[in-house]
Each structure stands twice: as structure tokens, then as C-alpha cells.
């Protein structure tokens, strides 16, 4: 067996892939314009923090080889927040209070997040993120946690609001020997809050590793050795706040060199 010395070295930093979102899907933007795929530079900027090369890749949801080669190029995977998923993907009818959807966004978040679960390849998803990865592994969300969530906190403090993006909203207790406790220790933490909707029904093997004070899950991973970790808040905005959310990132990070040493050991993904 090959000892590290003996593996490829990693040429630069590991490609951290993040998919964009369509502008017309956001809150306020009129239909009529220019079709458009944007994303947050929040999410970027904190990525580039930790020493990966993060991109932003198309919602090619009609051309999945093109987006299969684009994937095969990563080393990790990242999905950031936005608009509410289609209750649809989870087999549920929407609920007047479910927002705005982007149909070409789920398709291919869902498709990107299983490709990555089944090769092990680093997963760290935040707000929908977090809601992206229990979908994709046979979960259910709830559509909105005031109206539909028995005894729910405030957790939709959008900067629409009046609320900075930084805005500590609230605890959430990690569980212990999680890959989140690794990263926060292991007693209560304060985060931010921009969401209406959360989780239901855990998807497949995932297990919850904190939960706010109302019992919302706010966070879930796939145990075993790759990382697969979503948070339902915005660590994004507390990076050089928390010491904390920058060793989640840099944990995230390391996965990711490590993923991309290996993936250059063992070859292309496929011919």
C-alpha cells in the first residue's frame, strides 16, 4: 500500500464546486429579463478563506453530461441557501406559504449531492443546503416552521426584515462526537437564522448533531469516513466572528485536499 509520500502532490488548491441559482427565481426580481445564473459572493469569498478554489457551476439540468464532466473536475461539493425547494421533490403537495421555487436548481442540486454521497466526494451544505442533502437522501421538509411547526422560535429573521445577515438568533447544542462538535466543542453555540422552512422527515442514514432550543434539527451528517455535513444557518456570515465556523470551513477544506490527493492517485473518475 502506498504511504502518503509515495501519493501525487496536490496541485493547488481543491476545486470546490457551487451551484448558482436563477436570478428570476429570487423574491423581487421580474420575470421579462435576461435569463440569468448568479449566486451570493459571501459563500465564495468564505470559501476562498480556507484555501480552495471555489466555482460556480450552471444549472445544466437538460445536459447532464456536460454537468457530469463538470462534476468529475471537483473536489468537493458545496450548496449554499436560497429560495424554497419544490415540495415536489419530496412527494408533497406546496403549501400556500411555500415561496418562490427554481425548478432547474433542485434538479440539479439533488442530482450533484447524490453523485457526490456515492463517491464519498466532501459535502458541506448550508440553510437550504442542509435541506438539499435530506432530500436528496428520501427526506421531508416542513414548508413553513411558524404555521406548520408545533412550539417553533422565530427562525425567518431576513434581512428583508431589517435583520443583519450576522444577527445571532438564537442556540443550537451540538451532538457529541459529530463532525460539528469537532468543530464547536460540544456545549451550546449561538447562530444566525434566514429561514422559513426546515426539516421533517431525516432522510436515509443521516443523523441529526443539533437541534435549536424549539427541537428544529438544524443540522444533519452522514456518518462514516467523507464528509457530508448541512447546517441550516448561515456560517457563510460568521467566519471571522467565530472561531468555530472557521474550523468547520477548514475542516470542510481539508476533505476536500485530501479528496482531490486521492482522486489524483486513483485516476479519473470515470474513462
Avoid at 441550516?232 to 466572528?241: I, R, T, V
Wanted: charged residues 20%; glycine residues 10%.
Amino acid at each position: 500500500m502506498a504511504s502518503n509520500a509515495d501519493l501525487p502532490p496536490l496541485a493547488g488548491r481543491p476545486l470546490i464546486g457551487v451551484p448558482t441559482q436563477t436570478l428570476q427565481a429570487i423574491d423581487g426580481i421580474p420575470d421579462g429579463l435576461p435569463h440569468s445564473w448568479v449566486m451570493n459572493d459571501r459563500y465564495l469569498v468564505a470559501l476562498a478563506t480556507v484555501n480552495t478554489a471555489p466555482v460556480m457551476l450552471p444549472l445544466l439540468d437538460h445536459d447532464i453530461d456536460a454537468l457530469r464532466a463538470i462534476y468529475e473536475r471537483l473536489d468537493a461539493l458545496f450548496v449554499p441557501g436560497g429560495v424554497d425547494m419544490d415540495p415536489a421533490t419530496y412527494g408533497a403537495e406546496a403549501h400556500p406559504l411555500t415561496g418562490r421555487i427554481d425548478p432547474s436548481r433542485d434538479a440539479v442540486e439533488l442530482l450533484l449531492t447524490r453523485w457526490a454521497l456515492e463517491d464519498g466526494m466532501p459535502f458541506l451544505g448550508v440553510c437550504r443546503g442542509l435541506q438539499v442533502l435530506n432530500v436528496a437522501l428520501g427526506g421531508t421538509l416542513v414548508q413553513d416552521t411558524t404555521a406548520l411547526f408545533p412550539g417553533a422560535v422565530k427562525h425567518d429573521y431576513f434581512p428583508t426584515q431589517g435583520f443583519a445577515r450576522d444577527y445571532l438568533a438564537h442556540d443550537v447544542a451540538p451532538v457529541l462526537g459529530s463532525r460539528l462538535s469537532e468543530a464547536f466543542g460540544t456545549h451550546p453555540f449561538a447562530v444566525n437564522s434566514m429561514h422559513h422552512q426546515g426539516i421533517e422527515r431525516i432522510g436515509g442514514s443521516l443523523e441529526a448533531t443539533a437541534c435549536a432550543p424549539d427541537g428544529l434539527i438544524e443540522a444533519l451528517e452522514l456518518p462514516g469516513d467523507a464528509f457530508a455535513v448541512g447546517v441550516q444557518w448561515h456560517p457563510e456570515m460568521l467566519l471571522h466572528k467565530d472561531d468555530g465556523t472557521l474550523r468547520l470551513f477548514q475542516l470542510f477544506s481539508g476533505a476536500a485536499a485530501e479528496y482531490a490527493t486521492r482522486r489524483a492517485w486513483a485516476g479519473p473518475l470515470s474513462a
